[in-house]
């Protein structure tokens, strides 16, 4: 890359991230003249992919970045890349919570069980993160209100939602003492699969693009049903059997149901996500009945 490419690229990164009002601002905040900044800047200035008062068009500039004869992908120093890698280590993040928060069921551990719950106040985190970036995004370039970046918000705030449902699942391990019966504890190793799958067919289908996985995904949201089911046939037998008066116990399945409907609900989660993926990639509308009222 030469000097004066390698300059530009700095330039636009203080655009983009501090939002200067004058040249003289780049230019401080780079060490270099201001003479130089109106030289590199003036060819995107013209083209309007930069504007008074120093925006980068965002459309603009990954449509013509090779005219510019930069050697760095533009989509690497865009809004857009850097919050799909925010949601990527987001999308991680809540399968490791997801992982932790199941070992704890099957170790009975209070103390994993306490790490998944940490692990939620940092999920939270990262979906602030996100919002706040793409809010950025928009008021520095409005006519991203128009475009596919408001989709990151719901992406994240999709996988905040699987990690309050890992929550309910630590919360289990935490308010009950009683370790799950076997019978029940094998349906839940196989729905934990289901929803660790799940997540990472829709993930990939929003990150990367691989819209192919659906039938992946709709083939496990299947199997996740039907373990459901048998989950929460064997809970209702057992309650049977159990004492009415014993409100502990009733409290104990009350909760482990909630377990069986937390993997459920990461499975319809991710249809969702990738529902997302389709529009975000394909502009295929998503459907408007809500995920739980659909056949």
Do not use: C, W
């Amino acid at each position: 890359m030469s000097r004066s490419n390698k300059t530009l690229e700095e330039i636009l990164d203080v655009i983009f991230y501090n939002n200067p009002s004058t040249q003289d601002e780049i230019a401080n905040e780079l060490g270099i003249s201001r003479r130089y900044v109106t030289q590199l800047l003036k060819p995107l200035i013209d083209k309007d992919i930069v504007k008074r008062a120093y925006v980068i068009d965002l459309k603009k500039f990954e449509e013509s970045y090779d005219s510019l004869d930069l050697s760095f992908n533009s989509r690497e120093h865009s809004a857009y890349f850097l919050i799909q890698n925010m949601l990527e280590n987001m999308s991680n993040h809540v399968k490791k919570q997801v992982e932790l928060s199941f070992e704890a069921i099957l170790e009975n551990d209070k103390d994993k069980a306490e790490e998944a719950l940490e692990l939620d106040f940092i999920t939270n985190n990262m979906f602030e993160k996100v919002r706040s970036s793409v809010e950025t995004v928009v008021n520095i370039n409005p006519q991203s209100k128009l475009s596919k970046i408001l989709l990151f918000n719901e992406a994240a705030y999709d996988y905040e939602r699987i990690g309050d449902y890992s929550g309910h699942i630590a919360k289990f391990v935490i308010n009950d003492d009683k370790p799950v019966d076997e019978e029940i504890l094998y349906l839940l190793k196989k729905m934990h699969k289901y929803a660790q799958k799940s997540i990472s067919f829709s993930s990939d289908a929003f990150l990367e693009g691989k819209l192919e996985l659906r039938g992946d995904l709709m083939d496990t949201e299947e199997k996740m049903h039907n373990k459901q089911k048998s989950a929460m046939n064997e809970i209702a037998n057992q309650i049977a059997e159990a004492s009415f008066d014993d409100v502990e116990t009733s409290n104990y399945y009350l909760y482990l149901s909630r377990v069986v409907k937390a993997f459920e609900r990461m499975g319809d989660i991710s249809v969702e996500i990738m529902d997302l993926a389709a529009e975000f990639h394909k502009d295929i509308p998503r459907p408007t009945t809500p995920r739980t009222f659909r056949e």
